[in-house]
T-cell receptor, first 117, second 110 residues
């Protein structure tokens, strides 16, 4: 149980285009989903926290107009990187917290590798 | 600001040896700590956790030690195997927000 999937697993796009990444909780309902970004040889950095049915809360320094997050259902959150540029190339990882479970329980997805040319 | 960091960026051990990975944290309000294993190109995988009211917890081949006095966390892996080669992160949380440390690359030599 507690499986989180991401789609696509990798994507290559041209500079200036937008890319959407999906995060799904496959066998549980996720009231909260988290989006992280990880650059090579670095740690995971939290970008935003997304609660179902409400606006996402972005970490300091993360542009909300560039990284659009939608959490319209209890099993799906999407991250859209708008007008992507090479510096947005990174490994994007989501995690999900199961409803009615302890606040500190997060299940991680496998990540999405974004390469912007 | 508050941070969670690791002492060593790389650790190389021989197969069969025990490995110890260390982590320092600075948020004295942290009440829950987690160790994750991340293989190349994959998401973090939960290894073991410990709450602040404990100082030791054991799992299968892994042990986590917590020293709140000096804000230090360690992960011990017994009889390290090649499949243990990965980056290991400690993470701290108070509430729902996870803060990750810098990571240690563990390499197990056959």
């Amino acid at each position: 149980g507690a499986v989180v999937s991401q789609h696509p697993s990798w994507v290559i796009c041209k500079s200036g285009t937008s890319v959407k990444i999906e995060c799904r909780s496959l066998d549980f309902q996720a009231t909260t989903m988290f989006w992280y970004r990880q650059f090579p040889k670095q740690s995971l950095m939290l970008m935003a926290t997304s609660n179902e049915g409400s606006k996402a809360t972005y970490e300091q320094g993360v542009e909300k107009d560039k990284f659009l997050i939608n959490h319209a259902s209890l099993t799906l959150s999407t991250l859209t990187v708008t007008s992507a540029h090479p510096e947005d190339s990174s490994f994007y990882i989501c995690s999900a917290r199961e409803a009615q479970k302890p606040l500190d329980t997060q299940y991680f997805g496998p990540g999405t590798r974004l390469t912007v040319l | 600001g508050e941070s969670v960091g690791l002492h060593l960026p790389t650790l190389s051990v021989q197969e069969g040896d025990n490995s110890i990975i260390n982590c320092a944290y600075s948020n004295s309000a942290s009440d829950y700590f987690i160790w994750y294993k991340q293989e190349s190109g994959k998401g973090p995988q939960f290894i073991i956790d410990i709450r602040s009211n404990m100082d030791k917890r054991q799992g299968q081949r892994v042990t986590v030690l917590l020293n709140k006095t000096v804000k230090h966390l360690s992960l011990q892996i017994a009889a390290t195997q090649p499949g243990d080669s990965a980056v290991y992160f400690c993470a701290e949380t108070s509430g729902s927000r996870l803060t990750f440390g810098e990571g240690t690359q563990l390499t197990v030599n056959p």
